[in-house]
């Protein structure tokens, strides 16, 4: 069965921290790939990063990046230097061939920056 | 981008509802999640060449339509009162598997 889960339902960071939202994945298929999102209030879905199955580094884009260890798993989302904008849902998804590269969602994790 | 409208409705149950979704330029193909209250998205289905690619496990009474434009519309029948949610509309390029684009969603609340 193909499956992502986030264990952190919520999360407080204080200001300029760095934070790590987990994500770990389940899948038989050696092609996929893993991206996070961020979901503010208002409802859009966000594109953060995206990490290939084959990729032999972790992707970073800005502040972002993925922590990928592909034999944990693993896919853990690291924000650097938190800024209060942060503050909104955050969700790991992946897509498989075996599936017609649907996106499979992890259930997301609330965090919240303090100043 | 994607658009979606509209941005938010009210239905009564067993009613019936249409959302409609414009695809990125250059994308030909779109999906459609549900996403409840508090949860992550479901995938419904996905349209490509105007037909459905791939299904969620979501009742006949969701359909879709994709039009020669690469513009989208999602069917709901028969509403129920679960059918609450913000349903999301992303274009993408069909087997790349990355690169999806999302709409702002419908908030859809059934009374």
């Known amino acids: 069965a193909q499956k992502i889960t986030q264990t952190q339902p919520g999360m407080f960071v204080q200001e300029k921290e760095a934070v790590t939202l987990d994500c770990t994945y389940d899948t038989s298929d050696p092609s996929y790939g893993l991206f996070w999102y961020k979901q503010p209030s208002s409802g859009e879905m966000i594109f953060l990063i995206y990490q290939g199955s084959y990729d032999q580094q972790n992707a970073t884009e800005g502040r972002y990046s993925l922590n990928f260890q592909k034999a944990r798993k693993s896919a853990n989302l690291v924000i650097s230097a938190s800024q209060l904008g942060d503050s909104a849902m955050y969700f790991c998804a992946m897509s498989t061939m075996d599936s017609n590269y649907q996106l499979i969602w992890g259930a997301g994790t609330k965090l919240i920056i303090k100043p | 981008g994607v658009t979606q409208s509209p941005t938010h409705l009210i239905k009564t149950r067993g009613q019936q509802v249409t959302l409609r979704c414009s695809s990125q330029?250059?994308?030909?193909?779109v999906s459609w999640y549900q996403q409840a209250l508090g949860q992550g998205p479901q995938f419904i289905f996905q349209y490509y060449r105007e037909e459905e690619n791939g299904r969620g496990n979501f009742p006949p009474r969701f359909s879709g339509l994709q039009f020669p434009n690469d513009s989208s519309e999602l069917n709901v029948n028969a509403l129920e009162l679960d059918d609450s949610a913000l349903y999301l509309c992303?274009?993408?390029?069909?087997?790349?598997?990355?690169?999806?684009?999302f709409g702002s969603g419908t908030r859809l609340t059934v009374v």
């Open positions: 992303a274009s993408s390029l069909i087997g790349q598997g990355y690169g999806y684009t």
């Open positions: 330029s250059g994308h030909n193909t």
